[in-house]
Nanobody, 120 residues
Framework: QVQLVESGGDLVQAGGSRRLSCAASGSIFSINIMRWYRQAPGKQRELIASITSGGVPNYADSVKDRFTISRDNAKNTVYLQMNSLKPEDTAVYYC??????????????WGQGTQVTISS
């Protein structure tokens, strides 16, 4: 059984920084792409950052130059460093991974989400 567990969500002042973590546990053969999504109240869930198994990142325009995605393959963990936070960054943040629990079988997994609230 594979689980993704996020941590790091909190109440942060505008202009501040926060780092989110998401660790995968359980039966894991390999992890391909790792992603961060967010969902603000009343809005659709949006993809904000992704990183390939080789470490190549990609960002949505809304977070480019402020957020940094990284991964530690030895720990099966993805991070999201968030800087220069704005009230519009307030959302539930979800990690998502394309993961193979066994060789030759690929499946998509979601974490439970962590709340980030930015106060103005």
């Amino acid at each position: 059984q594979v689980q993704l567990v996020e941590s790091g969500g909190d109440l942060v002042q505008a202009g501040g920084s926060r780092r989110l973590s998401c660790a995968a546990s359980g039966s894991i053969f390999s992890i391909n792409i790792m992603r961060w999504y967010r969902q603000a109240p009343g809005k659709q869930r949006e993809l904000i950052a992704s990183i390939t198994s080789g470490g190549v990142p990609n960002y949505a325009d809304s977070v480019k130059d402020r957020f940094t995605i990284s991964r530690d393959n030895a720990k099966n963990t993805v991070y999201l460093q968030m800087n220069s936070l704005k009230p519009e960054d307030t959302a539930v943040y979800y990690c998502n991974m394309d993961l193979s629990p066994v060789k030759g079988y690929l499946r998509n997994y979601w974490g439970q989400g962590t709340q980030v609230t930015i106060s103005s």
